[in-house]
């Protein structure tokens, strides 16, 4: 009797780890999805680089980093309301994993009307392509909301390399935003990119 009371506590208490083992498992996944659009978060895509570029240097493969940025998003915003916003957001997000399946290897939100596309071991012109025509797919694209119809484009920067030498992710990143800023200059909704020899 006291055998089968002691297997039955050793069960429950095995039965209670794995349920929860499971709940911190979903729980770490919610905590590294953006909240709105579904896609990677900020704080998930920064662990997730840094990972990436270490093993491209190992390995001598290319990483590509994408910022993209929605134009003139406060005016959706200022007309239609915050709900609009988040509903040209999350389209945003749903094309950018879309377009960019099998190309990037991971999408995510940057945060605000930001996002980011990571590209590992792809050829530029690959992804040069894809990016244009997430561009381009957008651009025709026409989002219903109420009676309104959303129009949004957006610009990207994109930073294109092989590590090497003394070359950080952030500073892929920072050249990626570089380029970004300057896609803004140049009248939006376009693409600017940089191929670094580090």
Known sequence: ??????NQKTEQMQQSMQELLKANLELKMKSSLDS??????????DEYIDGIWDEAKKKNQSVGIAIIDADFFKRINDNYGHDAGDCALIKIAEMLAETTDGVA?????????????VFYNRNINEVLKVLESFRETLERLEIQYK???????????????????????RDLVRKADTKLY?????????????????
């Open 1 to 6: 009797m006291v055998d089968f009371k002691v």
């Open 147 to 169: 009676e309104a119809v959303l129009k949004i484009t957006v610009s990207m920067g994109l930073a294109f390399t092989i590590p090497k030498n003394d070359l950080q992710i």
């Open 36 to 45: 709105l659009t579904g896609i990677p978060n900020r704080r998930h895509i």
């Open 182 to 198: 300057e896609a803004k200059k140049n009248g939006r909704n376009n693409l600017v990119y940089v191929e670094l020899n580090s």
């Open 105 to 117: 290897s991971m999408v995510g939100r940057y945060g605000g009307e930001e996002f980011i596309a």
